[in-house]
C-alpha cells in the first residue's frame, strides 16, 4: 500500500530563517511526487511534480529535491507569506490517472 | 484560462439529508477527482471520472457518488448525511495534453465546505 509521511507536522521559524520540510514515501513504482501549497480555507496550490531520484525544481524561495525515499522542500529565507500548509502527493506508476496519495502536510507559520 | 470551479463554496445540511455538490474543470480538461479532506484523516481520495466515466473509486460507502457529463462537468452527491461526512470536499482536473505525464498532475479547485449538523 502507498504510503506518504511528512515531517515536521508543525514549524515554526523567524522570517529570514531558512528550514526544509520532509516528505517519506513507499509505493511500487513512483509516476511522480508532487508538493502542494494550502492556505486555510482554499485549496491546494500545486506547486511541483518530480518524476526521478535525483531530480530539483525550484520556484521563488522554494526548492524541491527527490531521493528514491523521499523528498524534501527547502525554504530559502521565508517570509511571512510562505505560512501556510504544504502537502507531499505520490502517483502510482500502474494505473491510469492514478489517485494521488497524500501526506497529513505539514503546517509552516514564519513570523516576522 | 480559467481555474476549477466548485460551487457551492458552503453548505450547511442535517443528518439524513443528502447533498450535490458540482465541480467545472479547467477548459480542456477530461480529468475531474474528488477528495475529502478532514483535519483527522487529511486528504483522501473519492472517485475519478474521465470521459463520462468512472476510472478510479476509493474506499468510500455507496452513499457517495458521482458523475460526470459530455462538457467534463463533474457533480457529487452524498445521500443519507451522516456528522462524519462534515469536511471539504475537492475537486481537481488533470489536463490532457499527451505525453507520458500528461494527466497526472492535478490542480485544485476551491472546495466546498460541508457542514452536517
Known amino acids: 500500500e502507498d504510503q506518504v509521511t511528512q515531517s515536521p507536522e508543525a514549524l515554526r521559524l523567524q522570517e529570514g530563517e531558512s528550514s526544509s520540510l520532509n516528505c517519506s514515501y513507499t509505493?511500487?513504482?513512483?509516476?511522480?511526487l508532487f508538493w502542494y501549497r494550502q492556505d486555510p480555507g482554499k485549496g491546494p496550490e500545486f506547486l511541483f511534480t518530480l518524476y526521478s531520484a535525483g531530480e530539483e525544481k525550484e520556484k521563488e524561495r522554494l526548492k524541491a529535491t527527490l531521493t528514491k525515499k523521499e523528498s524534501f522542500l527547502h525554504i530559502t529565507a521565508p517570509k511571512p507569506e510562505d505560512s501556510a500548509t504544504y502537502l507531499c502527493a505520490v502517483g502510482h506508476q500502474n494505473s491510469g490517472n492514478t489517485p494521488l496519495v497524500f501526506g497529513k502536510g505539514t503546517r509552516l507559520s514564519v513570523i516576522a | 484560462k480559467a481555474g476549477v470551479t466548485q460551487t457551492p463554496r458552503y453548505l450547511i445540511k442535517t443528518r439524513g439529508q443528502q447533498v450535490t455538490l458540482s465541480c467545472s474543470p479547467i477548459s480542456g480538461h477530461r480529468s475531474v477527482s474528488w477528495y475529502q479532506q478532514t483535519p483527522g484523516q487529511g486528504l483522501q481520495f473519492l472517485f475519478e471520472?474521465?470521459?463520462?466515466?468512472?476510472?478510479n473509486k476509493g474506499n468510500f460507502p455507496g452513499r457517495f457518488s458521482g458523475r460526470q457529463f459530455s462538457n467534463s462537468r463533474s457533480e457529487m452527491n452524498v445521500s443519507t448525511l451522516e456528522l462524519g461526512d462534515s469536511a471539504l470536499y475537492l475537486c481537481a482536473s488533470s489536463s490532457p495534453s499527451g505525453g507520458a505525464h500528461y494527466d497526472i498532475e492535478q490542480f485544485f479547485g476551491p472546495g466546498t465546505r460541508l457542514t452536517v449538523l
Open positions: 509505493v511500487s513504482g513512483l509516476r511522480g
Open positions: 471520472y474521465f470521459s463520462e466515466t468512472q476510472r
